[in-house]
């Protein structure tokens, strides 16, 4: 072992070699093609850029163990499967309600029949698009079929959907029923896609609610609806889109086998392109499934294996970056080959920026042609009826208006719900309070849930946090104050504690300790709010984790992008400041040399933090109790702590229930989070440990 890492925990070892490797190369790991230049000028920037790094290879690395052989990725991708589904917030599968297709207006083309139609991909769900389709074929012919999905192309109050209407038309000329569809965010029925990329709409993570997961949902009950027909073989369907569309296409192919062939074009790139090199920045929330269980993110791809696949790009792709490319291009290569399948993969690399040119498009159509009629024929009229699908389009073979599915605004459904699915879609928990007499059974099954799809970034044991040491190669973002202790909790990251009283903790003082966890507002500062809830005979102890204070990073809404890259990592920025308030809770109840807990350690905050120190109390059994300020009744208040799904398991108040036994104090508690504990501690019998009261009286 190297000598500097002599005492450190085992679980630390790991993340600090590469904190190690990365802070001695002077920087975040290099890639190809960053975007854009990264934040500079708060304390905190650099060492968070390493820890994203770090985390985004360590991820991205455990692709090889899929790669290992064809039995262990068969033994593991219906577990995959599972993950996948609820990672867009799939499951529990939505019920397959009646699409109710309607079918508003035809027009007639050159070979070809548009059909205006709508499907409500659930209740109020409204779907428009337009489907092509050839003109004279007979009755009983069952023809192959393309769902195509937009990209980002706004065109206004006609949906996105008629700038693209070229690829229908070719299509339909040559024998294909093709449904274009609108995008939620860009369709007739303009919803959103931006929620947390500018709208701080952070309760989408704590409810695992992703425009992503709309997006695949639409495609599925859209092939739902073209195996309905009667003119579509339900043996030949191919999903197809650019950008954004090209995205949907790995979400629908990856989550609906019926889906023979998929074709992405700019769809894809991975952790280390999003995270170190910022590509994250040029993408919108429709782009990314929240990663809680860690994968690697070609893996979503990898779902569509061993069926037909091209993954179209271009040189000059800012977004979608050639060095992402080829890393995703060659792992899939990789695991196609396990099936002895590596022909039914390829890759097509354009000359250019983000766009469709003629050999992009004559590889899409010769592809789905190949796959889907056995013609490998070259391409030779792909240019006709071009739209040019850029800001400056035109001209249009069908004027966009005659492709609006609702004419007019009067038109558009009064119970629509596009407007509102991120209310809807996925659904909020529905927490039953425990029996009596029942409540460890009842904790235990939130908490392991909680555990699953909350936390599941957290190693099995947190140690204790570790001092920095002047023999660590790694640097606090300012010099600690003499009243200051720099710690590790997850390197490379650091967190402060300090001890207002000037007197750290010494290893001979038994005394019990009320670690305060402080909101970056509260940060430098010794509220006196603290005096009010501590006792005489507690040694108080301040907690500014990861991202406040000394070690506060640039924020900067548009593109958050540290808190939206966290999500893509399968954590959020208030998980990591959970397990640095267990992380020094495990290292202040250490007494002397004994390697057991035996200091009391009670945790505190106000806001926020109380409900912070409540989850550290939830998943660190040896902090004797909680001390909360002023909570928030629910996660889906912007202020309360985000934490990945926890809406899909239970809400604050719930939380604040299972800390039963032990001892838990709330000064101000809102009405639902005290009779909901108040119902909780009872069946726990635990009523004389559960104390309310207001701030300006003494607890």
């Not at 023979?260 to 499934?289: E, K, T, W």
């Not at 000059?316 to 396990?338: H, K, W």
Request: glycine share 8%.
């Amino acid at each position: 072992m190297i000598p500097l890492l002599k005492g450190i925990p085992s679980a630390l070892i790991y993340p600090l070699m590469i904190a190690i490797s990365l802070l001695w190369a002077g920087s975040v790991a290099v890639f190809a093609q960053p975007l854009g230049n990264p934040d500079e000028g708060a304390p905190g920037d650099q060492l968070i850029r390493n820890y994203l790094a770090q985390e985004s290879q360590r991820l991205s690395d455990q692709f090889s163990d899929d790669l290992a052989s064809l039995p262990h990725w068969m033994s593991k991708r219906d577990e995959y499967l599972s993950q996948y589904m609820y990672m867009l917030g799939l499951d529990p599968r939505p019920e397959s309600t009646p699409l109710n297709a309607t079918i508003t207006g035809t027009l007639k083309g050159d070979g070809y029949v548009v059909d205006l139609l709508h499907y409500q991909s659930m209740p109020g769900l409204y779907v428009t698009g337009n489907l092509y389709r050839p003109a004279n074929v007979s009755s009983d012919q069952k023809l192959p079929a393309v769902f195509y999905v937009c990209g980002h192309s706004g065109r206004g109050r006609d949906g996105n959907k008629v700038a693209y209407q070229s690829h229908g038309i070719w299509f339909a000329k040559h024998g294909y029923v093709c449904l274009v569809v609108d995008t939620l965010q860009l369709g007739e029925i303009a919803a959103i896609h931006h929620g947390t990329y500018n709208l701080q709409r952070w309760w989408w993570h704590s409810r695992g609610y992703t425009p992503a997961g709309v997006e695949a949902w639409n495609g599925i009950r859209g092939i739902d609806y073209l195996i309905s027909r009667k003119d579509v073989d339900p043996d030949r369907i191919a999903v197809t889109g650019i950008s954004g569309g090209g995205a949907a296409t790995f979400w629908i192919a990856a989550a609906d086998e019926r889906v023979r062939v998929a074709v992405p074009v700019s769809g894809m790139a991975d952790l280390q392109s999003y995270v170190p090199n910022r590509v994250i920045n040029g993408h919108c929330d429709c782009m990314f499934m929240y990663n809680t269980f860690q994968w690697p993110w070609t893996r979503i791809a990898g779902l569509v294996a061993p069926r037909p696949m091209l993954f179209v790009n271009s040189d000059q792709d800012g977004i979608f970056p050639m060095d992402a490319n080829e890393r995703v291009i060659n792992r899939l290569e990789r695991l196609y080959s396990l099936y002895q399948a590596g022909d039914q993969v390829d890759a097509v690399v354009s000359v250019g920026g983000h766009a469709y040119r003629k050999d992009i498009r004559q590889a899409v159509y010769r592809f789905v042609n190949s796959a889907l009629k056995h013609d490998a024929q070259l391409i030779t009229d792909s240019e006709t009826d071009i739209v040019s699908e850029g800001r400056d389009p035109g001209p249009y073979p069908i004027p966009p208006e005659k492709l609006r599915v609702f004419p007019d605004d009067a038109d558009i459904p009064a119970d629509q719900k596009n407007t509102v699915i991120d209310e809807h879609f996925v659904p909020l928990a529905a927490v039953r309070p425990p029996e009596s007499g029942r409540h460890a059974e009842w904790k235990e099954r939130l908490l392991s849930e909680l555990k699953r799809v909350s936390f599941a970034s957290f190693p099995k044991d947190i140690p204790a946090a570790i001092p920095v040491t002047d023999n660590l190669p790694f640097k606090p973002p300012a010099a600690a104050a003499e009243n200051t202790v720099n710690m590790y909790s997850e390197a490379p990251l650091s967190f402060q504690l300090r001890f207002p009283d000037g007197q750290p903790l010494k290893d001979t003082d038994r005394a019990s300790v009320l670690l305060v966890v402080l909101t970056e507002k509260e940060s430098g500062t010794t509220p006196e709010w603290i005096q009010r809830i501590s006792d005489p005979e507690q040694k108080v102890i301040l907690c500014e984790p990861r991202g406040t204070g000394a070690t506060r990073w640039t924020t900067k809404n548009p593109p958050n992008y540290i808190r939206r890259s966290h999500a893509l990592l399968g954590r959020t920025i208030e998980t990591g400041r959970i397990r640095d308030v267990i992380a020094a809770a495990r290292y202040l109840g250490k007494h002397g040399d004994s390697s057991e807990s035996s200091r009391s350690v009670v945790v505190a905050g106000k806001g926020e933090a109380g409900i912070l120190a409540a989850y550290a109390a939830l998943l660190e059994p040896s902090i004797a109790g909680v001390r909360a300020v002023a909570p928030q009744a629910t996660h889906m208040d912007n202020e309360a702590p985000q934490l990945l799904n926890v809406l899909r398991v239970c809400d604050i108040p719930d939380v604040f229930g299972m800390l039963a036994p032990r001892s838990l104090t709330i000064i101000d508690a809102p009405g639902t989070v005290e009779s909901v504990a108040t119902t909780a501690y009872e069946a726990a019998d635990a009523l004389n440990q559960l104390r309310f009261t207001k701030l300006n009286k003494n607890p």
